[in-house]
């Protein structure tokens, strides 16, 4: 017997299903964000929106509380971006996406000498440092353009594992981040990229070895190591390629309702898969994510991106890539109400 073969809606339904997206539930944001495995940060208000689609009754207190207890943690993860996880899964993270981060920061650029690296972590010790503040305290120009400077420098914040400290994520946050060190003991290589793994599928499941190095930001054969120490289950999808998921991770029907979400800008179920087309439909890729990687702040409709929404004054607007459906209005009515509530 062959290997089940997954249609686009069983798809799109089951990634919904693991990233709360079919119903929202009532969970803490430190749970809710290990279940969905992580949020994107680049944006200030991105993780408060992805929690409001998500979880019922979600405000933000719930995710500032969390993030003053030091359970969810700010920090320079998957891709080289800014994300919030919780600090139980942070160091298994952070080790395996360590090596693939850094390059992409340092392209082309010599670390700095030991002694500078040293200084910046005795400075942050003693206080955490805005980003202009430790480069003026270890001879760096802050307002320099000197792409070599500014990736030497790139290199003392890898090398000294600095990362903002929790205020940086609050809603309200403005001006420069303050930079602290995160002084946890990082896993070996192999078991973290076998947590990673893991913690993908059951967030973005099934998917393949090529999704799981597009959301990571790490080459598949520095995966390797990782898929020979986790037990997959495999699938297919409708072009004939090979899906992993975990044993026991729950599927979904493809006839499964799927309700109206407005998500955040950069959300993260818009670039967790290398094939998009689960949730983003290949004609409205270019009207969603920009050629500089700005993805905006997209509409579902049965399950799919079908417009996008933004905030004008105290009303959110919507823009369809074609007319809604009737029914689908009116939730879209109702969802815009509701988070313009949580953006005043």
């Known amino acids: ?33 290990e279940r969905v495995a992580a ?7 991105a993780p408060y929106v992805a929690l409001w ?49 850094t390059a992409v920061r340092t392209r082309g650029t010599k670390p700095p000498p030991a002694r500078v690296v040293r200084r910046a972590v005795a400075l942050t010790r003693e206080r955490p440092h805005t980003r202009p503040e430790l480069m003026r305290a270890l001879g760096y120009d802050p307002r320099t353009q000197d792409p070599h400077e500014i990736r030497e420098f790139s290199w003392v914040v890898a090398l000294a594992r600095l990362e903002q400290t929790h205020e940086a994520a609050f809603w309200s946050f403005r001006g420069s981040a303050a930079l602290r060190p995160m002084e946890h003991e990082l896993p070996p290589q192999r078991e973290a990229a076998a947590y990673l793994i893991r ?19 790490v080459p598949i054969r520095d995966l390797a190591p990782g898929f020979e120490a986790v037990r997959l289950r ?20 493809g006839d499964v309702a799927a309700p109206v979400r407005l998500l955040p800008r950069w959300e993260e179920l818009l670039l ?23 993805v905006r702040q997209a509409i579902l409709v049965d399950g799919f991106v079908a417009g996008y929404w933004e905030q004008d004054g105290d009303r ?18 109702e969802e815009a109400r509701r988070l313009a509530a949580l953006l005043g």
């Open 1 to 33: 017997m062959g290997e089940r073969v997954l249609t686009r809606r069983e798809l799109n339904r089951t990634t919904l299903l693991r990233q709360l997206l079919l119903r929202r539930e009532r969970l803490p944001a430190a749970r809710a964000i």
């Open 39 to 45: 949020l994107q940060a680049q944006w200030a208000p």
């Open 53 to 101: 689609a998500r979880l019922e009754g979600f405000e933000r207190k719930a995710l500032e509380g969390a993030l003053a207890r030091g359970s969810v943690v700010k920090g320079l993860l998957m891709r080289a971006t800014m994300h919030l996880v919780t600090a139980r899964d942070y160091p298994w993270l952070d080790a395996c996406v360590r090596e693939a981060r």
């Open 199 to 217: 913690r993908y599928l059951a967030a973005f499941g099934p998917a393949s070895r090529a999704d799981v190095s597009q959301w990571s930001g």
């Open 234 to 253: 495999t699938f297919r999808d409708e072009q004939g390629r090979e899906l992993l998921d975990l044993l026991r991770a729950p599927l979904a029907g």
């Open 272 to 294: 967790a898969h290398k094939d998009r087309t689960r949730v983003l439909p290949d004609e409205y890729r270019a009207l969603v994510i920009a050629v500089n990687g700005d």
């Open 316 to 333: 959110v607007t919507v823009h369809p890539f074609a007319p809604f459906p009737r029914r689908a209005r009116r939730e879209i009515e």
